[in-house]
């Protein structure tokens, strides 16, 4: 199993990145899938969770109606479009299946990719 998080990089409040999670080594199709952060000295959270067939998803509230959670089961491929960044947004993100779009824990897989650092500042 291998996920490989991109995209993130340092942003002013109010900005946007898009970052991707590239999977291999499972059937992603067959998946849920969830983005999560882990800010300094914070423990690990969800960010967003999304059904294999994209039916269901679920925001945590402090990203709700800023963050859109999408993917492409043909590319192998989860998304987290984030908008209107504000500091607190500012963590490593990680991306790991889940056992369901309400049920994150224990993620499906043990180890964790590299994440991608968003900083969110001016």
């Known amino acids: 199993v291998q996920l490989v998080e991109s995209g993130g990089g340092l942003v002013q409040p109010g900005g946007s ?35 294999w067939s994209g039916g269901r998803i679920y925001y945590a509230d402090s990203v709700k109606g800023r963050f859109t959670i999408s993917r492409d089961n043909d590319k192998n491929t989860v998304y987290l479009q984030m908008n209107s960044l504000k500091p607190e947004d500012t963590a490593v993100y990680y991306c790991n299946a889940v056992p369901d779009v309400d049920d994150w824990y224990p993620p499906a897989f043990g180890s964790w990719g590299q994440g991608t650092q968003v900083t969110v500042s001016s």
Not at 30 to 36: A, C, L
């Open 17 to 51: 990145l898009r970052l991707s999670c590239a999977a291999s080594g499972f059937t992603f199709s067959s998946y849920t899938m969830g983005w999560f952060r882990q800010a300094p000295g914070k423990e690990r959270e969800i960010v967003a969770a999304i059904k």
